[in-house]
Every structure is written in C-alpha cells, then in structure tokens.
C-alpha cells in the first residue's frame, strides 16, 4: 500500500507553520500540515480568527489535526500516529514549525494542584476551565505574564499581582528598545494600560507556595504572601527541537541552525519560529512565509522578505529577561525536578551528567520524555541531554511495531484528515486505518 506522499509537509499548526502552508500551498504543491491540536492556530492563535487563519481554511491544503510525529525512520518519511491510527507520511521538503514551550524552574511546593503553567493556564481556560471571581497570581518573567493577566482578568479572574523576576532597569532598558518598533510598544503601552490596577513587581518571584490540597496562597522573595486560588508561572519558552534533532540537524546553544532561506543542515529540512530563536509571532510568521517560499523553490520571493528580517528584537527579549542566579537557590534538596517520575533534586545532585542521572533515577523517562524537567536541570546543573531517540513522543505500540511496514506494507493516515471542499479532488484519497491498539 502507497504511503501519503506530500510535496512539502509542516510540523506545527502556529504562526510560523500557518505562514509556511499558506506561502507553500500559493506555490501549486501538495501541501499538508501537522498538529497535535484539534484545530490549528497553536498557544498564541487558540479559538481567534484572523486573516492568516481564514486563509487556511480557504487554501488547498490538508489538514492533519491531533496528530503527533513520534519518529522519522528514512529520510524523506515521518512515522505519525493519531488517537487510533498510525501511518508514514513521505515528502519532497518538510518544514518544521514544533514552536516552543514554557520553561517550569522549580520552586517549593510547585507540583501542589493549582499552580500551573501561565500558558497552559490561558488554554485551560479557553477550553472551557471557569476563572471567573478567582484569584490567580501570574508570576515569571516575559511579555507573555502580561499577556496572560490581560487574557485572565477579561474572563473574569482577579489577578493580585505580577511578580517579574527581571530588574525594573532591564524591563526599561526593553521598552526603550520598542521605539523603533511603534506595533510593539503599542501593545505594550494598551496591555499595561488594561492591568493598571494590578501591582506589577520586578525583581520578584515565588519562594513559597501555600495550601494542603491546593493552592492558597503565595509568598515572594520580597516577604509579601498573597492569597490565590491558583497560580500562573511560566520562565520563558524552550524551543521544540526533539524532531530537528531526531532527524540530525545542527543546533546552535538550544536553538536550530538555518541559513537565509530557512534551511537547516539536513537536506530538505527546513524550520521556522520558535525553535530557531524566542523572537515572537511577527518573526516567526516572516520566518514561516520565507521557508514556504524556499520549500517551492521561490527564492526569489524568500529574498525580499529576507530583507526585512531584523532578529534584534529576539536579542533584546533574550537580554531583558535572561533568567538570575537567585532562581537556582530557589528548591531545596527535596523539592521534586522531574514530576513524572517523581525524582528530588537532591537525587539529580548525586551525578555528574543528565545521563547518569537518567540511568540511575530515570529523571526525564517518564510521559514527557524530558520535556518539563530538561530544561529546569539545564539551568541548574548545566547539563544537556546527550541524544533523542525514537519515539520522540509516548506511542502505542501498535505504532512502533508499524516500523516493520516498510517489509509488510504501509498503513495509511488518519482518522479527521480533511481537505477544503474546493481543491482538487485527485490530490487525497479516503485513508485506511491501521489496526488500534
């Protein structure tokens, strides 16, 4: 049985994918874009509409939501799974839009119920979680806390504080930095404006959280104890890159190396947004379009919107809001790292790399493969994980067992694939499901 074969397949349904589908499919290739979500749109674009999102629906492009690549096993194939159907997907060039994630450091109390990521607090809440008349403490550091208080406060929260651990000299270092950018400082300007009410504290973060079965209240560095009923805690992003690096490309610190157009040191391979660089929706939509373009052999069109390309706002946001040393003080031995396998930091503590660590106390071995706690023993023990290897997500192993379909025969994707009524009929056929687990 043929296998799905795409002429440029992306990976990840945010600003940065949506720009490259949408530039791609312009192109008259056959397109197809991945998400692990139901709906595209990814943390930033979750349930709005807007132009780049009408213009997906409308393009001819096919879909492939809540869909997850859990290993690459030739160059040229994905091996993707659904909630009931597993298959191999082969392209001509592939696009990686995986974006980036919240970065957790972990604190006293932090896996008590209630404290969550500020992000992931947002999508909760868009998906249906009710806010309203709770109080919720939004701390870390970056743009996106103010993001979020903003998004709380009009569901109907009440948000006591802000706590950013940056210096009030580095944030206004930052907001200086925006006069040349007028769109930015703008929505700074409204956004602060909306949480005029709502203290916002530099310098400041969480040492203690109170409650016995869930969260009460909180305590700062600065002495004060808040009451909540919930928290919203996030350090920043984390670029996704476990797929650039299952398939072998070069990273530079955490971030994917590409060239002009995108392209990273494996061939066909390209990426954009986030895990290139933190440098937010306007970049990674002028990122998504460039690699688009190049991944249909446009580069003229790549040119000019190279030209416009500026990455010294990523700079100043990296600079701004580089994580203290304070913040490694912050647990104490027997604070939990890695909450899926329930591993202290004073178990971590007794090896000498993330390796050792994870033969001895399986820290990163469990549902999340790392990604939770990866990023928080990076920045307390200066450890880097050695490798990635399949699956790069939790898999059934009907799935895994599919890696023989390159003898037996190949199984066909997915249950929800779809295609605009208005394209072509020739470029998809109804797909066969394999067998569920």
């Known amino acids: 049985m043929a296998a799905d074969r795409y002429d440029v397949v992306v990976v990840g349904g945010g600003p940065a994918g949506i720009a490259a589908a949408c530039t791609a499919a312009d192109g008259e290739r056959r397109v197809a874009i991945i998400d692990e979500n139901p709906a595209p749109g990814g943390q930033i674009w979750r349930a709005t509409e807007n132009n780049w999102t009408r213009r997906l629906r409308a393009a001819p492009i096919i879909l492939l939501p809540s869909t997850r690549i859990v290993d690459a096993p030739a160059p040229g194939a994905l091996l993707a799974e659904t909630r009931d159907s597993s ?16 970065c957790f450091l972990p604190f006293p109390r932090w896996t008590l119920p209630g404290v969550f990521g500020a992000g992931g607090l947002q999508s909760l809440v868009k998906t249906g979680l009710p806010v309203r008349g709770k109080r919720v403490v939004v701390a870390g550091t970056g743009p996106l806390l103010l993001a979020v ?36 400082l703008a929505q700074a300007v409204v956004m602060r404006a909306t949480l005029a009410a709502v203290p916002y504290r530099t310098s400041s973060w969480i040492t203690a959280v109170h409650g016995e079965h869930n969260v009460t209240g909180v305590t700062l560095n600065t002495g004060q104890t808040w009451a909540c009923d919930y928290v919203a805690c996030g350090f920043g992003l984390v670029p996704n890159t476990e797929l650039a690096q299952l398939l072998g490309c070069d990273l530079r610190g955490a971030f994917v190396v590409v060239d ?19 440098g937010g929706v306007d970049a990674a939509l002028l990122e998504g379009q460039i690699a688009g373009f190049a991944a249909t052999d446009r580069h003229r069109e790549a040119d000019a919107l190279h030209r416009r390309r500026d990455d010294s706002f990523a700079a100043r946001l990296e600079h701004a809001f580089a994580l203290r040393p304070e913040l490694k003080t912050l647990a104490p031995p027997d604070t939990i790292v890695c909450r899926c396998e329930d591993v202290p930091l004073a178990a971590l503590r007794a090896h000498g790399s993330w390796r050792a660590a994870k033969l001895q106390s399986r820290c990163g071995m469990g549902p999340c493969q790392g990604r939770v706690c990866g990023p928080a023993v990076r920045y307390l023990l200066g450890w880097q994980p050695e490798s990635v290897r399949p699956p790069i997500l939790p898999a059934r192993l009907s799935s895994l067992a599919a890696g023989e379909w390159r003898v037996t025969g190949r199984s066909r994707l997915p249950a929800g694939a779809r295609q605009p009524a208005h394209a072509r009929a020739s470029t998809h056929t109804a797909p066969r499901r394999s067998t569920p687990s």
């Not at 997907?89 to 592939?94: F, H, I, N, S, T």
């Not at 929260?157 to 925006?178: K, Y």
């Not at 002009?260 to 933190?278: K, M």
């Open 260 to 278: 002009r157009y995108q392209q990273t040191s494996v061939a066909n391979v390209l990426c954009a947004g986030e895990p290139t660089g933190i």
């Open 87 to 102: 298959g191999e997907l082969e392209y001509r060039k592939l696009v990686l839009a995986t974006g980036g994630r919240e």
């Open 149 to 184: 208080a903003a998004f709380l406060r009009n569901q109907g929260a009440v948000v006591p504080v802000i706590a950013e651990q940056a210096s009030a000299g580095a944030l206004c270092c930052f907001l200086a930095g925006l006069i040349r950018e007028p769109g930015k």
